[in-house]
């Protein structure tokens, strides 16, 4: 029975790693899409090549990864990281249809999807190096989605 437990416990984590990115993050648009419409918010999505991408790294760097960006931005939106990365070809290959979807043309791109997977705001995160900014720039695209 213990060693059952142990198993069980050790799916559970894989599982959960396999839907989250990092602190905040998930990596399963599908799973995110759901969540966003059980909870009445939309989803932040951003699509990165992680370690080959400059502008991907600095964001991560000094944005996406911070405890402040973090707790501030789950209050209102559901984080998606979407990674193209060079060393696993796999994850680039499975997450390459969502970019052909979405119509990407380069990294690091946001789009923010309303509970409704309607695309309301398009942007390069890299116009938004800092937290501050990025969290201002979030707060006006919710402005002006509440005003349409």
Same mark, same amino acid.
């Given at each position: 029975?213990?060693?059952?437990?142990?198993?069980?416990?050790?799916?559970?984590?894989?599982?959960?790693?396999?839907?989250?990115?990092?602190?905040?993050?998930?990596?399963?648009?599908?799973?995110?899409?759901? %969540?966003?419409? #059980?909870? *009445?918010?939309? @989803?932040?999505?951003?699509? &990165?090549?992680?370690?080959?991408?400059?502008?991907? $790294?600095?964001?991560?760097?000094?944005?996406?990864?911070?405890?402040?960006?973090?707790?501030?931005?789950?209050?209102?939106?559901?984080?998606?990281?979407?990674?193209?990365?060079?060393?696993?070809?796999?994850?680039?290959?499975?997450? %390459?249809?969502? #970019?052909? *979807?979405?119509? @990407?043309?380069?990294?690091? &791109?946001?789009?923010?999807?309303?509970?409704?997977? $309607?695309?309301?705001?398009?942007?390069?995160?890299?116009?938004?190096?800092?937290?501050?900014?990025?969290?201002?720039?979030?707060?006006?695209?919710?402005?002006?989605?509440?005003?349409?």
């Amino acid at each position: 029975m213990k060693r059952l437990n142990t198993v069980l416990a050790t799916l559970f984590l894989s599982a959960t790693a396999a839907l989250a990115g990092g602190d905040g993050w998930m990596t399963d648009l599908d799973k995110a899409m759901e %969540q966003s419409k #059980a909870e *009445k918010k939309p @989803i932040l999505v951003e699509f &990165t090549g992680s370690d080959w991408c400059p502008p991907c $790294k600095m964001m991560r760097a000094e944005v996406f990864t911070k405890k402040k960006f973090i707790e501030a931005a789950t209050k209102k939106f559901i984080l998606v990281e979407l990674d193209f990365p060079r060393g696993d070809e796999a994850l680039a290959k499975k997450n %390459q249809p969502l #970019a052909k *979807k979405y119509k @990407i043309e380069g990294f690091p &791109t946001v789009i923010l999807l309303d509970d409704s997977q $309607k695309e309301f705001d398009r942007f390069f995160a890299s116009k938004y190096p800092s937290i501050e900014a990025f969290l201002a720039h979030l707060d006006q695209s919710l402005d002006r989605q509440d005003l349409e």
